[in-house]
Every structure is written in C-alpha cells, then in structure tokens.
Nanobody, 122 residues
Framework: QVQLVESGGGLVQAGGSLRLSCAAS????????MAWFRQAPGKEREFVAA????????KYADSVKGRFTISRDNTKNTVFLQMNSLKPVDTAVYSC???????????????WGQGTQVTVSS
C-alpha cells in the first residue's frame, strides 16, 4: 500500500507560480507511475500531468502544456508539479495518484492523496 501526502498549495495571483509536492510512503515508490489531477468546484476531476516510474516519460493535459512541469525524485519518494503562469481557471484541489503504469494512473486507478487547494486570483 502507498500513502500519499500533497503539499505546496496556496493563494497566488494570476501569472504567479507554485510548486506542489506529493510525498509517498513505502519502499516501492520507484515502481509506480504518478499523476496529478485537479477538481474545481462543481466540475469533474480532470487529468493534469503524469510521469512514468523512471521519470523518462511525461504526459500533460493540453490546458497546462508549456506552463506546468511534472518531475519526480525517487530517492526522496516525491513527485512535483511546477506550475508557472497560473490562471484563475487553474483554481482547484490538486491531488496525486500512484498506480502501476502510465495507463492505469491516467485512468485514475491506484492510490490517492488528500489533495491541496490551489487558488489563483485575477
């Protein structure tokens, strides 16, 4: 079992940056693909970014390409989401997911963290 704890959310002005972290417990972190999802009030949860277990492959939603970067440090059991040029539409609760493959993590399978709130003011 994997336990995930997100941090780094907060309030930022449009155009600003935030860096989210998702710390995982357990010794098998390096075998999991990881992903970030977000859910805005009244909307369904949506895919943001994913990274393979080795970090060699990354995928992004079109809405965040060129602005967000997902990365991981397997020595620290942590995945990151660097968010630049933030917009008010990025306001949401951001959650990380751990699953055995990129396909399964993008399918929202696996383990979830509790989420961290990101609010972007105009």
């Amino acid at each position: 079992q994997v336990q995930l704890v997100e941090s780094g959310g907060g309030l930022v002005q449009a155009g600003g940056s935030l860096r989210l972290s998702c710390a995982a417990s357990g010794r098998t972190f390096s075998s999991y693909a990881m992903a970030w999802f977000r859910q805005a009030p009244g909307k369904e949860r949506e895919f943001v970014a994913a990274i393979s277990s080795s970090g060699a492959i990354t995928k992004y939603a079109d809405s965040v390409k060129g602005r967000f970067t997902i990365s991981r440090d397997n020595t620290k059991n942590t995945v990151f989401l660097q968010m630049n040029s933030l917009k008010p539409v990025d306001t949401a609760v951001y959650s990380c997911n751990a699953a055995p493959s990129l396909m399964s993590v993008q399918a929202q399978q696996g383990y979830w963290g509790q989420g961290t709130q990101v609010t972007v003011s105009s």
